[in-house]
């Protein structure tokens, strides 16, 4: 009976943490990727994100992102999530500038998406851990990602 107690208190706790987003909302954070491709490249991934809430349930956003591996790259993509529930949300992004050492690219480089877990720490900080399938255009990559997020 104490352990069911405890797994109650424990998911009213959650459900008490995630809270909906309002229209208007304005959240900015960062998070860093850590990449096993098919082709068993290692690769680290560093972005800082900001997200503009169109509805409780979808934002639009860009990410800069650093990259480092067998090259330094450093990249400029536009992004959307769309929350499936209060916490749970689904992330596209579009690779649209990508410089890397003198190469310059502009258009799609690569298309990314994730599922994500929005977790609050209180009204003003979340975390945001996310499994994410990168480079959909050409060369496959999964991986895990954590961060933070800051409502301003």
């Not at 991934?45 to 591996?69: E, I, P, R, W």
């Amino acid at each position: 009976m104490k352990k069911l107690f405890l797994l109650c208190v424990t998911f009213i706790g959650l459900d008490y943490a995630a809270f909906a987003q309002e229209k208007g909302d304005i959240w900015v954070g960062g998070n860093s990727d850590l990449h096993l491709s098919i082709t068993p490249e290692f690769a680290i991934h560093a972005n800082v994100t900001g997200d503009y809430f169109l509805t409780g349930k979808l934002s639009l956003g860009a990410q800069v992102g650093l990259g480092l591996g067998a090259m330094t790259e450093v990249s400029l993509a536009p992004r959307v999530q769309y929350f499936v529930t209060k916490n749970i949300y689904a992330m596209l992004n579009a690779d649209m500038l990508s410089v890397a050492g003198e190469d310059v690219t502009l258009g799609l480089n690569s298309l990314n998406a994730g599922v994500g877990y929005w977790y609050a720490l209180n009204d003003h900080v979340v975390l945001t851990p996310m499994l994410n399938l990168s480079n959909l255009t050409d060369e496959l990559a999964i991986g895990l990602s954590a961060g933070v997020t800051f409502k301003l």
